[in-house]
């Protein structure tokens, strides 16, 4: 089977270390890799795409949402009482993780409350 290779610029991997920054995710250059690598769908919409799409930025969101959380990141209309099952579970697994400081977990917290939906 032919082998390909897709070369990923950096300036692409710091785009997305800064989305996820944006959250107060703490990911690292092997962190984006291992998603590139892992998620082939992530990684063809991205490179159609680029790094700026809504939709890249969504499913980036549903990665993270699914790593820390194990749940979809929330969306417009979903209840009060998901979004705070949702900010719970996700602070608590990327904390955990060690990939949000406790000191970030405040305003990521008083952003959701604040009826604020995260689009960077």
């Given amino acids: 089977m032919p082998k390909i290779t897709i070369e990923i610029t950096q300036s692409t991997i710091d785009h997305?270390?800064?989305?996820?920054?944006?959250i107060g995710i703490n990911y690292t250059d092997?962190?984006?890799?291992?998603?590139?690598?892992?998620d082939h769908d992530y990684l063809g919409k991205l490179?159609?795409?680029?790094?700026?799409?809504?939709?890249?930025?969504?499913?980036?969101?549903?990665h993270l949402a699914k790593r820390f959380a194990n749940l979809k990141w929330p969306a417009y209309g979903d209840s009060s009482?998901?979004?705070?099952?949702?900010?719970?579970?996700?602070?608590?697994?990327?904390?955990?993780q060690g990939y949000m400081s406790p000191e970030v977990v405040k305003d990521f917290i008083d952003y959701f409350k604040s009826g604020g939906r995260i689009i960077v």
């Fill in 30 to 38: 092997e962190d984006v890799i291992n998603l590139l690598q892992t």
């Fill in 47 to 62: 490179l159609y795409w680029g790094v700026f799409d809504t939709e890249v930025r969504e499913m980036l969101f549903y």
């Fill in 81 to 96: 009482a998901c979004k705070a099952e949702f900010v719970q579970k996700f602070t608590l697994g990327a904390v955990e």
């Fill in 16 to 22: 997305i270390k800064n989305i996820c920054n944006n």
